[in-house]
């Protein structure tokens, strides 16, 4: 599997922004999938997760302003960001399928990421 993540950029914070991992190799909805996100001198953290069946996940620090969404045509999964604040700053990674067993909340958990796209949100 391969993944590409794309969308990230500069912007105001309280502004909106969409992040999109294509996929290939694999059809993406067979599988889980989550993104995550590693601060300047922090470490990678959960940020929302779908599972195969739909179900979602997210942080509490995002929780009713991030959506993560999926098109099947495609093979694209999707990061919605609205209300962005400057703590929000980070590289966005997405990962799928995730090891029988493990937590969907850990990354050592999914097999396949993307390269990561760096979101900065201004104040």
């Known amino acids: 599997v391969q993944l590409q993540a794309f969308g990230g950029g500069l912007v105001q914070a309280g502004d909106s922004l969409r992040l999109s991992c294509a996929g290939s190799?694999?059809?993406?909805?067979?599988?889980?999938m989550a993104w995550f996100r590693q601060a300047p001198g922090k470490e990678r953290e959960f940020v929302a997760y779908?599972?195969?069946?739909?179900?979602?996940s997210y942080a509490d620090s995002v929780r009713g302003r991030f959506t993560i969404s999926r098109d099947n045509v495609r093979n694209t999964m999707y990061l919605q960001m609205n209300s962005l604040k400057p703590e929000d700053t980070a590289v966005y990674s997405c990962?799928?399928?995730?090891?029988?067993?493990?937590?969907?909340?850990?990354?050592?958990?999914?097999?396949?990421w993307g390269q990561g796209t760096l979101v900065t949100v201004s104040s």
């Open positions: 990962a799928v399928v995730r090891t029988s067993g493990r937590s969907y909340l850990e990354d050592k958990s999914y097999v396949y």
């Open positions: 190799g694999r059809t993406l909805s067979s599988y889980d």
């Open positions: 779908m599972g195969w069946s739909g179900s979602s």
